[in-house]
């Protein structure tokens, strides 16, 4: 079984740029998680999806960030336009179920913001 | 709202000695609890979870963890860690969404 993948690994951009970031959640795996973790700081949910709807999107910092999950497949997270301090890991996680089950993480991108 | 504390930042360990990272949660009921492991250039592995029944947890790569409602604790251990086991290691609770401690960052010596 594939696990979770991300796309791409790393990416830099100038401030003021678009990124988008891809995840690919494990197949049959209705839950995808999007957090991050800036430098220094912890790691920090921004949204869950079940499916193909935002179940709660409490973390995103602003409306710069935009993600979207079309079909309750794979799903992108764009950060429109980028700030500096928009630079970090971004995980992206999936699970089958809620609550007790595990969330199984992607490699990150890791985005740089210069 | 759940928390999760992991009070060590930094911890060097000789390698055949055992570790012990630290862990406490708030959580206002049964918790869910993770510990999770970054490999330098790696992502989030897991080593072991908590759901119910034994409070005692075996995980991946020799690893065990203790649950201990009354201290609000979930403390990893591992009896002789070996030079690989350096990375950076991340306590977790689970309410739907994870919750995570700041990271407790494990060096080896020789």
């Known amino acids: 079984e594939a696990g979770v993948t991300q796309f791409p690994s790393h990416s830099v951009i100038e401030k003021g740029q678009t990124v988008t970031l891809r995840c690919d959640p494990i197949?049959?795996?209705?839950?995808l998680y999007w957090y991050r973790r800036v430098m220094g700081k912890e790691i920090k949910f921004l949204l869950h999806f079940v499916k193909e709807s935002k179940q709660d999107e409490s973390g995103m910092p602003n409306n710069r960030f935009l993600a979207e999950r079309t079909g309750g497949t794979y799903s992108t997270l764009k950060v429109q336009p980028a700030e500096l301090e928009d630079s970090g890991v971004y995980f992206c996680?999936?699970?089958?179920?809620?609550?007790?089950?595990?969330?199984?993480f992607g490699p990150g991108t890791r985005l740089l913001v210069l | 709202a759940q928390s999760v504390t992991q009070p060590d930042i930094h911890i060097t360990v000789s390698e055949g000695a055992s570790l012990e990272l630290r862990c406490n949660y708030s959580?206002?009921?049964?918790?869910?609890l993770f510990w999770y492991v970054q490999s330098p250039g790696q992502g989030l592995q897991l080593l072991l979870k908590?759901?119910?029944?034994?409070?005692l947890v075996q995980g991946i790569k020799g690893f065990e963890a203790e649950f201990k409602r009354s201290q609000s604790s979930f403390n990893l251990r591992k009896p002789s860690v070996h030079w690989s086991d350096a990375a950076e290691y991340f306590c977790a609770v689970n309410d739907y969404k994870l919750s995570f401690g700041a990271g407790t960052t494990v060096t080896v010596r020789a």
């Open positions: 197949s049959g795996h209705d839950n």
């Open positions: 908590y759901f119910s029944g034994d409070t």
């Open positions: 996680a999936s699970s089958r179920q809620v609550g007790a089950e595990t969330q199984y």
């Open positions: 959580y206002g009921a049964t918790p869910y």
